[in-house]
């Protein structure tokens, strides 16, 4: 069977070979695979990451208004996180309550912030929680990467963390100075064959 797909592969590479290239992204957004927990829980986090995502591109571009407005989102979904159709123990539900009743408070938090400096310190934080909460979860639906700049912020700890879909780096803290400064510090791949 590995050897029929070999083969139609390279059939195809052959016949589509032109000059012309195209870029491949590294982003699977869903897995053919059967996902250990429900299509329910599974469709409630992907809001919760589309939310993320979106939050992050709106510190990019610095717009004040948009960031509040899916740090809002975000919040509607995380307070809507299907986590009684989370398949596992008791403990692995109750760590991912704490985590979204902590990413919940967070993201209060970073819409009553005055300045977008705190905003990303905010940010940062609420990173962290959902870092750990697609560890406890293992969402299993795309690849997530854990992305780092260590030089954030002047002031404090200048470490900062963000999410992203693509291995690629755009940094959403110093997005006018830097905005291809980081590195990948992980990847998160819980999706299973």
């Not at 979860?137 to 912020?153: G, K, L, N, S």
């Amino acid at each position: 069977m590995k050897k029929f797909f070999l083969y139609a592969l390279l059939l195809l590479v052959v016949a589509c070979g032109s000059e012309e290239k195209t870029e491949v992204k590294d982003v699977p957004t869903a897995s053919l695979s059967k996902s250990k927990n429900s299509d329910a829980f599974n469709q409630s986090f992907k809001e919760v990451m589309d939310n993320y995502f979106h939050l992050k591109d709106d510190f990019i571009t610095e717009s004040d208004t948009l960031i509040n407005a899916f740090a809002g989102k975000m919040l509607v979904a995380v307070d809507s996180l299907k986590l009684n159709e989370l398949k596992g123990d008791a403990g692995i539900v109750e760590n991912a309550k704490s985590f979204s009743q902590s990413m919940s408070a967070e993201l209060k938090g970073l819409i009553a912030e005055k300045t977008l400096l705190n905003k990303r310190k905010s940010f940062n934080v609420l990173t962290d929680q959902l870092y750990n909460l697609i560890k406890v979860v293992q969402y299993d639906r795309e690849i997530v990467y854990h992305q780092h700049c260590p030089m954030a912020f002047d002031e404090g700890d200048a470490n900062a963390f963000w999410l992203s879909r693509s291995s690629d780096i755009k940094n959403p803290y110093r997005p006018t100075s830097m905005l291809e400064c980081g590195d990948v510090a992980d990847s998160l791949n819980y999706i299973t064959k």
